[in-house]
């Protein structure tokens, strides 16, 4: 594995952490303190420091706010959906936070493949019909498949952040796919 | 018309201006100031405060943001892909961007149907066959795509922004999609 | 815009009117007088003047004949269509008829993009689904699609129209992008 | 087979030939002279003698001018795009013709499901590949394409018939199937 | 005809019946025997022993078994799938032995092409259904599929007998395609 | 974990070792005792002990006879085309056995998400292209795909073993997906 220590993170340039704005290397160090490790999203989007802000700001705002929908169930649409994008970093980097979060190793792989056969809830895979339906097809989207997430329990607002994850990810997928943004090995066991 | 300003624009809550956060009240009064209207999808994000800041965050960086990429072109990137993700307000709304970033009345609804035979240039196009790429099968974007771009003058530089421009829209088109966002009358016309 | 007046609106050759069969140049003649303009579909197609005939006979029995879809109905089936076969000239040009037939001037565009969002009836959605069926899938085209027609009181003659519609501009769809077919520009304001 | 005879030919209503316009009655009686039968393509459109006419006109137009592509050949377009569009009666109707026109048994068969593979000439699998494109994306059929047909010999004109055949059948095609045409048994054995 | 039977079975290398093992040369001259002709697919895996054993014991152990599903309805999924996967062989190869099951003629060709335009039950429509989506898109198989299987009549053997054929001549499919196996003459003709 | 190994492992019956044929409980037993446990794929196969003979065989036939493709290099086939086919139990177990014969603990998961970004060489990616195109569009191999292998080293019979491992999987995953073969716990961490 030493030699995939030296392969790029990026096709793009990636700054050192003292060439980069203060705030964005405090987050990062304040990262690697809690986690042990720079996740490489946080040094490839460091190239461009307001997308960086942006992002960052948009993810947490989806992924960190109160709601009903469980840490874990948000990272189940996040892996579901980046395979079906065919998003390398996303899904063993998700699927890392996802085997945390659901204290489950052996989730994140099943939701991955095919979430259809996952040991997740009834109500858990239509969350993921719908997070697919608009990962693939958000223009068909209408009200019979609110109906079936409200039979399910979902309020408008858990119908939003469904909505919402699925398309944030899916530009992640795409900027991760064009980047050849490389997942660092620690995702690979991380909660096994 | 008188009925359709009836109709709604969302089909999630909507706040009144009065209880929006102050930053964002005061956000879109600019606009409004400017544009002598507020274009719906600050309303329709406005539901969700700390979005609303990201997406527009982001969309400033990389549609107000210096570079090689025209402002017309960017909008050309939006259109195209917009329409090809079929999303209403998205292709209606930038449709007007483009036609007064571009002062040409024209380009904007050729770019949405088939930009294969808009009146822009042979690298305008290879901009946005790869932006579409971006937008329909970015896992399987390679160094010969960008090797197309490089052919055409584009840097490094460029072809990240056609690609977050591509993948930051695709995020939009599917909110917008979601929420039904209504496109505002103002914008069938401006530039024609 | 004077330099598009130059730009060729067929990759075929064009015939001069005066070298067109006296029966086709005097429809175009006719035309002219009463739309101001020729529309440049039927100077592409005069470089074939049986197809020329056989081609606006069609149109003509499909589109002017008696029935229960009213004319803006039909040409709403067009735009539709046309823009998921991207399609610049028939959405274009069709989306210019749709806005004079409807006395609608936003209808077209919001159809073209996506007809689920549109200010149109669930009655006219149902048409449109329908359509769309026939244009990317007619094979799989079954009773339950006819009895869905039939609950919206669409009747077998309808039904036939709707198809016989979608069918004929799916062929004019391929002409018109294999042959370049240049929408002309007085199109893009009419009826706004 | 008795019982098949008995089967209806369409799901909409078919005219008795004593009630067709005369025009059409007598064109289908030189038909049944000419070939011992009616295909059932001419009772179905019946039911619409102007779309009739025009359909006519327009087959002829394209499969019965003078041209460099031989019968042979345009049947092939005919049969290989409207497997693709699974339309049973053109796939069994036009086989036979492309048997008969080929003086050869095996051609529509290997056409059909695979032309790829088929005991024809690099020329024609070109041909064909463009019908291909024109049916499924004509959309991005460019000048690419156009330069593979003429490092073929095929000439302008052959380009237009080309596109145009598949245009026109890809409309029969959705025809066929919305209306369950049959075809006759005539046709399964012609030119085996 | 005579030049036709000069054309290679394979793109792959075909041994000599006296060069292949025992086995697999008595079972050919067994079916030569039986059938008056040696089918190609034979032919053509006999360049691979060990999986020509294969392919025909589970070949045999699918279509040969006992079962609800009649033969003449297992060779109905071979073709039906076989035409969408657009294998020249299997089409007309189990076209042929479907004509002779089925005592029928007709039905080879109208399952190939559209099997929901065939003369076939509503039960073997539902069957074809079935094992369309196993070959299309098996990873959305649920229940309500089997649901559907089980008001028809079919029983969980049948069940997976229909996937079983289903996957099994999927692979056989592309085994042909890449091979580019060729029907024999003979199998054009069979049964009709 | 102790729930999830009450799970099924089929949707279809399982027999008991007790009640299966001896030579296939002989064949589960010896793998039991070199693995440690028995893969679920030969319990639900079981059900069909024809069926599981004959799938063994072929399984054996492509994987473990000599030849240029390294062990590795065969997984690496299986975990691609199983992931676009989105089969679980495929890319988990596969996934493992790619592990232990690669000797790298991170290439299973890149492979199977996006193999263009993972770390093999580029021969290794070109094997992978065609095993996919088989997957997908087999119809449609050419000779343009068979030189492009060619250029990478591969030569006939190497050729063969690719799409011979794509076909073969593909239809092990289309089994899996419509039986709901679960995998066995021990796959997950095999390896890492």
Known sequence: MDQSAELPISRFPVPALADMP????????????????????????????DEFRAFLAYHDALMEK?????????????????????CQYCVIAHGAILRVRAKNPLVADQVAVNYRKADITPRQKAMIDFAMKVALAAYSVGEDDFAILSDHGFDQEDMWDIAAISGFFGMSNRLANVTSMRPNEEFYTIGR
Chains 1, 2, 3, 4, 5, 6 share one sequence.
Request: hydrophobic fraction near 45%; aromatic fraction near 4%; charge should be positive.
């Open 22 to 49: 203060a705030d964005i290397r405090e987050r990062l160090l304040a990262v690697q303190e809690k986690s042990g490790f720079i996740p490489n999203v946080f040094l490839v989007l460091a190239h461009r420091p």
């Open 66 to 86: 109160p709601g009903n929908l469980t840490k874990a169930e948000r990272e189940m649409i996040v892996v579901a959906t980046s395979n079906v994008n065919q």
